[in-house]
């Protein structure tokens, strides 16, 4: 029997402020001052998933008032920081990319750069921690920018600032429609002249098109979720067709960061079974296993792999290559790359006789 909980993991699309446990917010919220719907832990888990159960990304991302509302001060920064580590190495994951916006965290007076030093400090607590109970995990951060503001640039210098310092991506967020990627295009000239990493949010609540201009403006290397890619796709009794954005993303295995569980509260699917991981699997194209944010989806790595083997019949061989394009596709070095992938093989029954496809 397949025991997922024992598997190496990799994460590459994780909100912070998605992923709080209920006793810190509630714990939190007492602190600031911060009114919530209810403050009994388990009820407001459930009153999260609830709200986030809407099948529409506007009312999923209202339910984050309430996270960031309580991560104001670098206390509670690092405290997020340190238990999203802690609960990540619970799961198995060993590698780990926590993606937030700065931006959203300076009502009390924190400056940019003190709030990324204290998710960094947060991060490096947790990593101790769960060294401490012989569980072995890298984490680092991803700046995101909020696709509805005007702050890309300053958000994008302040990611690069941070470039030696734990921070390894940029990423813009929030709501996909009317806010496309190609409003600020110096800004994605400006990462590339400093070589540095790009995931967009795109293909979640927009069609094909955000896609495309994440692709060809925004120079994206991993697309955050990307499953509206299908809308891109022809399928037919002999085969499928690839449109140039599809073939485009497929020929150069841009990495896809499938949410399965909040793509359905999201609308951006109908079920596990049906949601076009599978599809996109067997079509060849790079796609990654990923939470989104725990809290709002109730869920784990372990759970989003969990409910693909029950309900759209993954196997661990899926499993181990979805982990594998993962540990591929980090926004790390060549050599840690390489570490990783060799670390998820050596877990594996199912080794394969050539790993040289899976080394970055």
């Known amino acids: 029997?397949?025991?997922?909980?024992?598997?190496?993991?990799?994460?590459?699309?994780?909100?912070?402020?998605?992923?709080?446990?209920?006793e810190t917010i509630i714990s939190l919220a007492?602190?600031?001052?911060?009114?919530?719907?209810?403050?009994?832990?388990?009820?407001?888990?459930?009153?999260?998933?609830?709200?986030?159960?809407?099948?529409?990304?506007?009312?999923?991302?209202?339910t984050f008032?309430?996270?960031?509302?309580?991560?104001?001060?670098?206390?509670?920064?690092?405290?997020?920081?340190?238990?999203a580590v802690e609960d990540l190495a619970a799961d198995g994951v060993i590698y780990?990319?926590?993606?937030?916006?700065?931006?959203?965290?300076?009502?009390?007076?924190?400056?940019?750069?003190?709030?990324?030093?204290?998710v960094r400090d947060g991060i490096a607590?947790?990593?101790?921690?769960?060294?401490?109970?012989?569980?072995?995990?890298?984490?680092?951060?991803?700046?995101?920018?909020?696709?509805?503001?005007?702050?890309w640039r300053e958000i994008a210098e302040l990611a690069v600032a941070h470039g030696d310092d734990g921070?390894?991506?940029?990423?813009?967020?929030?709501a996909e429609a009317g806010f496309p990627a190609d409003r600020f295009p110096d800004v994605w000239q400006y990462l590339a002249d400093e070589s540095f990493p790009v995931t967009i949010?795109?293909?979640?609540?927009?069609?094909?098109?955000?896609?495309?201009?994440?692709?060809?403006?925004?120079?994206?290397?991993?697309?955050?979720?990307?499953?509206?890619?299908?809308?891109?796709?022809?399928f037919r009794d002999d085969g499928a067709s690839f449109g140039r954005i599809a073939a485009w993303v497929r020929d150069r295995q841009l990495v896809l960061e499938l949410c399965p569980s909040s793509n359905l509260q999201t609308g951006a699917a109908s079920s596990i079974a049906e949601h076009g991981?599978?599809?996109?699997?067997?079509?060849?194209?790079?796609?990654?296993?990923?939470?989104?944010?725990?809290?709002?989806?109730?869920?784990?790595?372990?759970?989003?792999?969990?409910?693909l083997v029950n309900e759209a019949g993954w196997g661990e061989r899926d499993l181990l290559n979805a982990t594998l394009t993962a540990a591929r596709s980090a926004f790390i070095s060549f050599d840690e790359r390489s570490e990783l992938v060799e670390k998820i093989l050596s877990f594996s029954d199912h080794r394969p006789a050539d790993t040289r496809r899976y080394l970055p």
């Open 277 to 307: 991981i599978s599809k996109l699997r067997d079509l060849g194209f790079a796609v990654t296993i990923n939470t989104d944010n725990r809290l709002m989806s109730a869920t784990s790595v372990s759970r989003e792999m969990e409910l």
């Open 96 to 118: 780990a990319e926590l993606r937030w916006a700065p931006e959203q965290h300076l009502l009390s007076g924190l400056a940019l750069d003190e709030a990324v030093i204290a």
């Open 125 to 151: 607590q947790g990593v101790a921690a769960a060294a401490g109970q012989n569980r072995m995990i890298a984490v680092n951060q991803l700046i995101t920018a909020m696709r509805h503001a005007d702050r």
């Open 30 to 62: 007492q602190q600031c001052g911060h009114s919530l719907p209810t403050t009994d832990p388990h009820a407001l888990g459930l009153w999260f998933q609830e709200a986030a159960d809407s099948g529409s990304l506007v009312r999923y991302l209202e």
């Open 65 to 83: 008032t309430h996270t960031v509302a309580v991560m104001q001060t670098r206390d509670a920064l690092m405290r997020v920081a340190r238990e």
């Open 167 to 174: 921070v390894v991506g940029f990423d813009i967020a929030g």
């Open 201 to 234: 949010h795109a293909g979640e609540a927009d069609g094909v098109a955000s896609i495309a201009t994440a692709v060809r403006r925004g120079h994206a290397l991993r697309i955050g979720h990307g499953v509206r890619i299908l809308d891109d796709i022809a």
């Open 1 to 22: 029997m397949l025991d997922i909980a024992a598997l190496p993991k990799v994460l590459l699309h994780d909100h912070l402020d998605g992923g709080l446990r209920p």
